[in-house]
């Protein structure tokens, strides 16, 4: 460019200034082709369909982690409500594929009458289906849109968004802030849970929606396929989230909420709507815990509102924290890594320990060797995993911190070297 | 000139303790103007009172030709009104380069979508090579604002105001933990900065404030001992004997 004198080099293309970005992108497509090539359905099958299915619910929980990253790494808000945004998500989508699926089978039964049946006959017939378990057999009104994919698509991102934008409102216009926003969240969680629980909060009380796995019109199609497809589809939008992420934490909308994280009255001396910034971040990364639920339940096949307990929104903390937090491939080997882990501890395939008269069951003793890591992770190595990144580009080019790389007065800077 | 700020009958109390007592204040523009007072005379209070940290019991806040009443105002609304302010410990993003701080705290819009899809043009990096070079700091610009040093900080602070380009700023204890040297070189910039803007240096150092040259307003228990020039109020017998005379 012609207008950029020597001390204002030309910007470098996104993908070589953010090289984490690209590595990441390379890595998560190997791994979907990987996965691809061994599964069932389309490969060699070494790879169990099960087995597929608890990978591409690990890259939906990457997806959110990504979310609490964002929300709590970079601006500092530590939300314990994220993976209420994520169940909201998960339910939306959920309705659609229960009613769909439970509309054909009744369609087909009523097919055999001699009459044909009315379209009062079949809505009651869905609705005897889907809530005989509660004792219900009319539609409640939040089943309203349940017919139609696209608009229970719109509330997978539309729910999750208003309703973090009207309580975000709320608690940051208050100036709530630190540990009381996160109990605030926390409470927010609990509520919904609870609520969810009731029978006559019409989405099936403590049996929740189930058969999610099973596609409308996809009958014929087996579980080995869908399972692969599901993978593409998180791992798409896993690969298109981490994007959106590095893209908003680059530049200076970026710099503005670490700044908010950090010293967030100053920020406020210095002009910003401190508020604005912190419910644009609130409320996007609802929107992208509501996409990573409506992707991660059709694999896990039901949703109850245990899923909203407040306890899973700790572990996503925990994951965020372990991985690192403050930097997105942090939070995305946090979650994959941890919830691995999990799914291996709780499976049954550890082998239990036995010392002296005490029996060690992983299944039981894998919380209390979580939260030890974390207590620990916290103290001695704050930047979690992430930060074995560090330790490793600083043995190969030491960060000079931007300062000259030789004796000489006429050295390079390490920045101009980099240009 | 005209007034750019008027402060009228504030007071304001914390749990009954009067910080600041039917307090009254003026400043023009382009004026630069020192408020001096011992521990506790509420001249920390009487910056936020302007920058809506604290909002007063009574009184009057006016700032600019509209006399806009900065009362009902948000902080963040009477910062991009104009009104700048650096506190006592310096306080700049320590995680993020010189030039990030730099480039945060330049007059744009502050509204978080104009954030988001804001792209530096080449002016703006060439205003913050030259903000860099006015405090001192063209070598350091992709450094660390925490590896500089406490003065260094504090001129980064500095820097940030002017780059903010406010009408008024108010400046907390510029000079504590300075080196002779430092010091020198902020004096400079506060005068310099004062040609342009009104500048409000809150000061504890005699020394510092004589060398602004400049009207100087003592603060007692909350409300204005005496106003006028350095050797005025040095003289005031009253001001003598609250401040300067223990």
New interface residues.
Partial sequence: MA???L??PVRRPFALRYPSVMIFLAVLALFTLGVTVLSEGFGIGVISTSFVKTLGKTLCLCLVALAMDLVWGYCGILSLGHMAFFGIGGYAIGMWLMYARTEMIVVESLAAADLPPTAQEISDGIATQIFGVVGASEFPPIWAFAHSLPLQLAAVVLVPGLLALVFGWLAFRSRVTGVYLSILTQAMTLALSLYLFQNDSGLRGNNGLSGLQNLPGLDDTPQAIVSVWFLWASAFALGAGYLLCAW?VS???G??I??IR??E??V???????E??K??VFTLTAVIAGIAGALYYPQAGIINPAEIAPIASIYLAVWVAIGGRGRLYGAVIGAAFVSLLSTWFTGGQAPDIVIGSLRIQWVDWWTVLLGLSFVAVTLFAPKGIGGLVDLLADRRSPNR???ALGPEPGAL???EADQ | MSTLLEVSGVSVSFDGFKAINNLSFQIAERELRAVIGPNGAGKTTFMDIITGKTRPDEGRVTYGERALSLLSMSESRIAQAGIGRKFQRPTVFEDQSVADNLMMALKKDRGPFAVLFFKPSAADRTRVEELAAEIGLSGALHRKAGELSHGQKQWLEIGMLLAQEPRLLLVDEPAAGMTPAEREHTTDLLREAAKTRAVVVVEHDMEFVRRLDCKVTVLHEGSVLAEGSIDHVTQNEKVIEVYLGR
């Fill in positions: 207008d950029t004198t001390a204002t908003l530049g200076k909308f710099s503005v670490r700044a950090d010293d009255a100053r406020r001396f210095l002009g910003y709507p401190v604005g910034f419910l644009v911190h931007g300062a800077r390490e920045k």
